[in-house]
């Protein structure tokens, strides 16, 4: 415990991250609450030698129960942060013996909470895999993770590389015993980034006068006894559907269906033409279902060529609601691509499930949310729709002009067929 | 207490300090590798056992080695409470059975600091232990059958175990596949130690045919969480609603011997593959005798196999690829089931793979340090990319800033938020031909 004395050891922090959440890497696709929470992430030096803490500030005598879950986490090092304001006597009643607690200070970050928020809005996945490496592996694993993170090579963007400078320095702390500098994650410049597009705003930007959007939504087994997942790809679509509604002049809407998923296609369908009617948005909207994928391919064609003739080059949105099996996927976007050659296509891809940051100081700064996975009602039109605000540049796959021309290139090629 | 065993295996001196630390590095999802444990013996005997009005997995261990004062670091009481806090405690940890001790000879006065120690902690804990005479019944019970793994290499022992020992969960079921798929390498690429490889595989198989639908039966959501999306559980389904009329001690007993018989019988003298082409056609057979037994013994088809399905359709598909040409630099992305065997597969064939690109995702990690631990001495140069399966902006941008050599086979699987960024990555890196898109 570090103390004001010149005969003990002065605890330099040289970083400290706030609310450092932990999620369980093999529950990545779920909808999952994190492992555990911890106020910071300090990164300290004792007489230069390094020093890695987790930190916990105390607010409330309920968070003693933290001790306990922490010992099946393998209880890596938490020091409990007691301030002036905790009110009552914690410190002394919390679960004792205490292992590492300090009293009357307050927990300081160098980087402040709503500065890691930003960079965090920007992709938290692989900070997850780093804490948990760093944390919760054997000290050769954790060498092995923090050596793949920190050899990549990256692309310019602020969260890729404060998690870059943040490997290399534990990678130096584990292997060297040695703290770098780190004044790249400290600076204030560095961390002066925008905020990222909404899903509103990519949507948006991507309206012309004419578009045709083909829905591939995920297959979901049993959907019938799903009480909210079966919703995502509904409310995705109602939700896009909305934005462009008001911006394009024609718009054709097409729900795809093969092999297993039909049935849920169907269900899809049906619910989506329900609520447009509700929310009072008009497009074209049909299905291509069929449970042989070549009857599918065959539907698709001759609709596609009917498109075609009512319109003028459209733009073609091919869009995911969460996975598509790769071969009908590839199979059918070649034929879409090919039936509208000179149109300009563009792909996109939403997950089910996407990490969400808080800017709210009293809430933890990363947690996971499934906005879409939800009922959308008639009267609550307003705030089923800020739920697509949720979703955020970096939650979505948009692959356009040329290069989503190349991959679907490529596409056509893998499945060997001439069209 | 009601025991079904299921499998048995043993080792002594060094092998016995290598099995107990895999297992325990395994087991613990890399958080813990014991260097130089203090034991010189080790028994597990793996089998179901009733708790309560459910069937659980066990892991009873004989081990023997030091328990003195002086023999500090992984001594046999520290192994035993590491190995109880991984399965009954540790949220991280995969490796989920009841773990149980022998005793060896009675103890009727204890005396020595550390045997009162001892008997004060069982004590004060009820932890009830196995007597060994019982063990050794079980044992035997299971020599009987052939059931007993004697010279399997250590780790595909300890990830056979932990895979075995995994709850109904979506990494458990995973690792099932994996384990099977390590086995099935085993059995086809090397031919000796076969039958000790068919033993956990016949343990993978009961497992997943027979306690896995009993458990969902039991726990329904077990399908509307964790299970949703895998692929791998659909012929779980399909056999959760005969469940509910069958005797589960039954049914393991019946199903064990059934498919142990089955397999040793079917794949006797099978020589050791030679080529992709010919590991892939040994494992549409081993498929069919899996497919077969379960149909035989529930009267009831299951339309694909879950443990090696997968690796047959990609070896397949490898096989068919690679005809004309001999891949020397590969790229690979992971999903949770993709065992190391796939690659051991193409060098098998190929002899001296150049470079091995590997993405992979925090969902993916586990399946990451295990290719690390096979691969790292037979293929020199691996470079690992982490990507993020949520965040496909970020995954696109990255593969794009380090994907930018040739490669002449890739193998891209998992989810489309992924799988597109590769494809979008790898366009004039790779002739299209030799992509496998599945």
Not at chain 1, 98 to 127: C, H
Not at chain 2, 81 to 109: C, F, M, N, Q
Not at chain 2, 191 to 215: C, H, K, M, Q, R
Not at chain 2, 233 to 240: K, W
Request: aromatic share 10%.
């Amino acid at each position: 415990m570090p103390q004001n004395n010149t005969n003990t050891c002065q605890l330099e922090i040289v970083v400290s991250i706030p609310s450092i959440t932990i999620f369980y890497p093999d529950l990545t696709y779920s909808f999952s609450d994190c492992a555990r929470e911890y106020d910071a992430l300090i990164i300290a030096k004792i007489h230069n030698y390094p020093l890695i803490l987790l930190g916990e500030e105390v607010s409330d005598f309920e968070e003693s129960g933290k001790v306990i879950i922490d010992l099946s986490l393998w209880h890596p090092p938490v020091l409990y942060i007691f301030d002036k304001t905790t009110k009552g006597r914690y410190y002394e009643e919390f679960l004792v013996p205490l292992r590492l607690f300090t009293k009357n200070v307050s927990l300081t970050y160098t980087i402040q909470p709503d500065e890691m928020a930003y960079i965090w809005m920007n992709g938290y996945e692989l900070f997850n895999l780093l804490f948990y490496s760093l944390l919760f592996t054997h000290y050769n694993t954790s060498r092995k993770i923090l050596n793949d993170i920190s050899s990549m090579r990256y692309p310019q963007q602020p969260s890729l590389n404060i998690l870059s400078e943040l490997s290399i320095c534990l990678k130096s702390i584990i292997e060297n015993n040695t703290v770098p500098t780190l004044d790249k994650i400290n600076s204030p410049k560095y961390m002066n980034i925008d905020a990222p597009k909404t899903a509103s705003e990519i949507i948006a930007e991507l309206a012309t006068k004419e578009i045709v959007i083909y829905f591939f939504p995920q297959l979901l087994k049993e959907y019938e006894k799903s009480e909210k997942r079966k919703y995502f790809p509904i409310n995705l679509a109602v939700l896009i559907l909305n934005v462009l509604s008001e911006k394009v002049n024609k718009l054709y809407f097409r729900v795809i269906g093969t092999g297993l998923g039909t049935q849920y296609s169907e269900y899809i369908l049906k619910e989506i033409k329900n609520l447009l009617v509700d929310f009072e948005i008009n497009c074209n909207i049909k299905g291509i279902i069929s449970r042989n994928l070549d009857e599918t391919k065959s539907l698709l064609v001759e609709d596609a060529h009917k498109i075609a003739s009512e319109t003028n080059t459209p733009s073609i949105l091919i869009i995911v609601a969460g996975d598509y099996g790769k071969r009908p996927f590839a199979k059918l976007v070649a034929n879409i691509a090919s039936a509208f050659r000179k149109s300009e296509l563009t792909i996109l891809v939403f997950p089910e499930v996407i990490y969400r940051i808080s800017k709210k100081k009293e809430n933890r700064l990363a947690s996971m949310s499934a906005p879409l996975n939800i009922i959308l009602k008639r009267n609550e039109k307003k705030e089923g729709f800020s739920q697509f605000e949720l979703f955020l540049e970096k939650d979505i796959l948009l692959i356009k002009s040329k290069e989503a021309s190349k991959l679907v290139d490529l596409l056509t090629q893998l499945i060997g067929e001439r069209i | 207490m009601k025991f079904i065993p299921i499998f048995y295996v043993s080792a002594n001196g060094d092998s016995s300090k290598d099995l107990i630390s895999v297992l325990l590095e395994l087991g613990s999802f890399y958080a813990v590798k014991p260097e130089n444990p203090k034991i010189n013996h080790i028994d597990i005997l793996g089998g179901y056992i009733q708790d309560i009005n459910i069937y659980k997995k066990a892991l009873i261990l004989n081990i023997e080695g030091s328990n003195s004062k002086r023999s500090h670091g992984w001594n046999r009481s520290r192994i035993i409470k590491t190995l109880k806090y991984l399965s009954e405690v540790s949220t991280l940890s995969p490796l989920s059975a009841s773990i149980y001790l022998t005793v060896g000879k009675r103890i009727r006065e204890a005396w020595r600091p550390q045997y009162i120690k001892l008997i004060h902690e069982n004590l004060k804990k009820s932890i009830f232990t196995c007597n060994i005479d019982l063990f050794d019944h079980y044992v035997k019970k299971l020599e009987k059958i052939g059931l007993c793994v004697k010279n399997l290499d250590n780790r595909t022992s300890a990830l056979s175990i932990v895979a075995w020992s995994t709850g109904a969960h979506r990494h458990g079921m995973a690792l099932r596949q994996i384990a099977a798929q390590e086995l099935a390498g085993k059995i086809f690429l090397q031919g000796e130690n076969s039958s000790d490889a068919l033993v956990f595989l016949t343990a993978l198989i009961v497992d997943t045919y027979a306690w896995l639908p009993y458990i969902i039966k039991e726990r329904e959501v077990v399908l509307t969480t964790e299970l949703q999306y895998a692929v791998a559980a659909t012929p779980l389904r399909e056999l959760v609603d005969l469940m509910k009329c069958l005797n589960l001690p039954q049914v393991i007993q019946e199903l064990r011997n059934k498919i142990y018989n089955s397999l040793k019988e079917k794949l006797k003298n099978i020589p050791p593959s030679r080529s992709i082409v010919n590991f892939s056609n040994y494992l549409n057979h081993l498929m069919q005798i899996i497919l077969q037994d379960i149909r035989e013994y529930y009267n009831k088809n299951i339309r694909t196999e879950a443990l090696i399905g997968r690796l047959y359709i990609l070896s397949k598909e490898i096989a068919n690829k690679i005809k004309r040409e001999k891949p020397k630099r590969i790229l690979i992305t992971l999903t949770e089931q993709t065992a190391p065997i796939l690659i051991e597969i193409i060098h098998h064939e190929v002899k001296n793979i150049e470079k091995l690109t590997i993405i992979y995702t925090p969902q993916t990690l586990y399946n990451r340090l295990l290719f690390d631990e096979k691969l790292k001495n037979i293929i020199n140069n691996i470079q690992y990319i982490p990507v993020p399966s949520t965040e496909p902006l970020l995954t696109k941008e990255i593969l794009k800033e380090n994907i930018k050599e040739q490669y002449d086979l890739a193998i891209v699987q998992g989810s489309l938020t992924v799988a597109l960024s590769v494809l979008n990555s790898l366009y004039g890196c790779i002739d299209p031909s030799k992509v496998i898109f599945i």
